[in-house]
């Protein structure tokens, strides 16, 4: 028992660097991964068929492949075009370009009601698709930022 103790307080500063670790990954990829999937978001509410071809491109390529497949092609694959990246660097890009793809989708589904309704009484399309969509869309994000955490183990590969 004496000896489960010792170990436990020699281990503690290196449970500690790696619980700042997670919490740095985990806020940093879900801080870019709303900001970006913000974006595709109000790219998919294009009016312009090309602009909302990329942006579900882009989510079907992100929400479509497993996060360590593509935490492995940022990591070992942009070298080859001599992109080289640090690993904190390089699951914090991952990260946030999955959870992007995945929170673009929650005021996708939503927000066609809004739009009809604004353009019904005469509003302008992008001004308030922005208006509508920017409260809901960061509130929405709550369940997805519950889950942050769990995908920074991965990063530890």
Do not use: C
Request: aromatic share 12%.
């Amino acid at each position: 028992m004496q000896e489960s103790i010792q170990l436990v307080i020699e281990s503690l500063p290196y449970l500690l660097k790696g619980a700042v670790f997670t919490l740095q990954l985990s806020i940093g990829g879900m801080f870019f991964g709303l900001l970006l999937g913000f974006v595709l978001a109000l790219m998919r509410m294009s009016p312009l068929w090309p602009v909302r071809w990329l942006a579900r491109f882009y989510i079907s390529i992100f929400r479509g492949t497993p996060l360590i497949a593509q935490l492995f092609m940022i990591y070992y694959g942009l070298p080859q075009f001599g992109i080289e990246l640090d690993p904190i660097p390089a699951a914090m890009i991952g990260l946030s370009l999955n959870t992007a793809a995945y929170t673009s989708e929650t005021p996708a589904r939503g927000d066609l009601g809004y739009r009809q309704g604004a353009m019904g009484s005469g509003g302008e399309h992008w001004h308030d698709a922005v208006a509508n969509a920017t409260p809901r869309y960061f509130a929405a994000g709550g369940p997805r930022r519950a889950s942050a955490v769990e995908p920074t183990a991965l990063s530890a590969w």
